[in-house]
């Protein structure tokens, strides 16, 4: 039994140094693969170098902003942006504040007043709805999460 255990040992190591031999071979003559053709984002990258560095007004920490970019940003919010997006965190005031789009004082009262502002109750007991002014925040432009949903296919923006 012993024989014959060392037979098979014997013939798998040969078998094994066969395969070994036979792959070395076989790698040695084969032919080192043809380059391949560049593909289309490589030749990108070779004919379009890296874009110069801009130097923007609002880089770093001493950045400023301009004034009438940040108006006309608040123009789109207000087009567009707020059919589904709040800004109900901010009041009308923060329109006036250095560093943001800097409208006066008269301009944050007349589109604090452009708006419509649930109060109450009043002395009836019931809720009403006046002109903003400009330490309101900024409604909703719906009732609740509910409407939110039922207007938006279901998502509820999470601001």
């Known amino acids: 039994m012993d024989s014959m255990r060392k037979w098979r040992l014997g013939a798998a190591l040969a078998a094994v140094g066969v395969v070994s031999l036979a792959s070395v071979a076989f790698a040695q003559n084969e032919k080192p693969p043809a380059p391949q053709p560049a593909t289309a984002s490589q030749k990108a990258e070779e004919e379009n170098p ?9 880089a770093g920490p001493f950045g400023v902003f301009d004034q009438g970019q940040l108006q006309r940003g608040y123009k789109v919010y ?19 504040d250095p560093g943001g789009p ?10 604090a007043a452009s708006f419509q502002i649930k109060d109450g109750p009043n002395d009836a007991g019931e809720m009403f709805d006046r002109p903003g002014r400009p330490s309101d ?13 039922a207007a938006l296919g279901g998502a509820l923006p999470p601001d």
Do not use: I
């Open 78 to 96: 207000r087009e567009v942006c707020s059919n589904c997006h709040s800004m109900q965190m901010l009041s009308f005031r923060n329109l006036a």
């Open 137 to 149: 925040k900024f409604p909703w432009n719906f009732a609740n999460a509910q409407a939110a949903r």
């Open 102 to 111: 800097h409208f006066s004082e008269a301009q944050v009262k007349a589109l």
């Open 50 to 58: 890296e874009p110069p560095r801009q130097s923007w007004s609002f």
